[in-house]
């Protein structure tokens, strides 16, 4: 018993401070409960303490492949909000069509904003700022409410990881003869600002184009409105 003890002393000096955690974690308590070394939802048993990390990475390793390899069928919508360089970060388009005007006429008005750098603006340059806004966007039927509400619609915090509100688009392969024959749209989804890129796990030879609707409507602005394949390669 001491000499297990001591084993168990020496491969804990020897694990780094997560596989340190992780062994904490699988320890029984008073209670009873896993032995040390097990594995939840029935993951194999690694066997012994000295080999904690390595097993813990062989699992990750396990589970990030399978995450990569979707099942057959599974719809993949990749990217799909990248902003024109020339709007630091701001989706315009989206913005612009809400507003019901063209994208120039609002990156002009905007141009003339001075926005706060670190922080939130002062009351006065607040009122400045919506002031250089309105001048430009009023003779375009905008109005101070409106503006208000798609200003507040898609602020975001990009700083903070943070992405402008959205829905992803739902999807369904429709397949015929284990042929991909088209998709269904289920949920156009919304917030979309650059062409998504559109694939069905299991027919990678098939290639799809999609087409975006942007309107006054915050609730679907944005939105996927066509999913067609544009071809068919031959696989090598």
Same mark, same amino acid.
């Given at each position: 018993?001491?000499?297990?003890?001591?084993?168990?002393?020496?491969?804990?000096?020897?694990?780094s +401070?997560?596989?340190?955690?992780?062994?904490?974690?699988?320890?029984?308590?008073e209670?009873?409960?896993?032995?040390?070394?097990?594995?939840?939802?029935?993951?194999?048993?690694?066997?012994?303490? #000295?080999?904690?990390?390595?097993?813990?990475?062989?699992q990750?390793n396990?589970?990030?492949?399978?995450?990569a390899?979707?099942?057959?069928?599974?719809?993949?919508?990749?990217?799909?909000?990248?902003?024109?360089?020339?709007? =630091?970060g701001?989706?315009?388009? !989206?913005i612009?069509? +809400?507003?019901? %005007?063209?994208?120039?006429?609002?990156?002009?008005?905007?141009?003339?904003?001075?926005?706060a750098r =670190? *922080?939130h603006?002062?009351?006065?340059?607040?009122?400045?700022?919506?002031?250089? !806004?309105?001048?430009?966007?009023?003779p375009? *039927?905008?109005?101070?409410?409106? $503006?208000?509400?798609?200003?507040?619609?898609?602020?975001?915090?990009? @700083?903070?990881?943070? $992405?402008?509100?959205?829905?992803e688009?739902?999807?369904?392969? %429709?397949?015929?003869?284990?042929e991909l +024959?088209?998709?269904?749209?289920? /949920?156009?989804?919304? =917030?979309? !600002?650059?062409?998504? @890129?559109?694939?069905?796990? *299991?027919? /990678?030879?098939?290639? $799809?184009?999609?087409e975006?609707?942007?309107?006054?409507?915050?609730?679907?602005? *944005?939105?996927?409105?066509?999913?067609?394949i %544009?071809?068919?390669e031959? #696989?090598?």
């Amino acid at each position: 018993m001491k000499r297990y003890l001591i084993g168990i002393g020496i491969a804990l000096l020897g694990c780094s +401070a997560t596989a340190i955690a992780w062994n904490q974690l699988d320890r029984p308590d008073e209670r009873g409960g896993r032995m040390h070394g097990e594995r939840q939802h029935g993951k194999r048993n690694c066997g012994c303490l #000295s080999q904690d990390i390595r097993c813990e990475e062989e699992q990750t390793n396990q589970e990030e492949s399978e995450m990569a390899s979707p099942s057959k069928g599974t719809v993949i919508i990749e990217s799909g909000f990248d902003t024109d360089p020339r709007d =630091g970060g701001r989706p315009v388009k !989206l913005i612009a069509a +809400a507003l019901g %005007v063209d994208e120039e006429v609002f990156r002009d008005a905007f141009s003339n904003v001075r926005p706060a750098r =670190g *922080g939130h603006p002062t009351a006065q340059r607040a009122r400045a700022n919506k002031e250089v !806004l309105m001048n430009a966007l009023e003779p375009h *039927g905008v109005t101070n409410d409106r $503006l208000d509400e798609v200003s507040n619609w898609y602020r975001y915090r990009p @700083e903070s990881g943070e $992405l402008w509100q959205h829905r992803e688009a739902k999807l369904t392969p %429709v397949i015929e003869n284990e042929e991909l +024959a088209g998709i269904r749209i289920d /949920d156009g989804g919304a =917030g979309y !600002l650059s062409t998504p @890129e559109i694939r069905v796990a *299991g027919f /990678d030879n098939v290639r $799809l184009q999609c087409e975006l609707d942007f309107s006054k409507d915050l609730e679907t602005n *944005g939105q996927i409105t066509s999913v067609t394949i %544009v071809e068919n390669e031959e #696989s090598p």
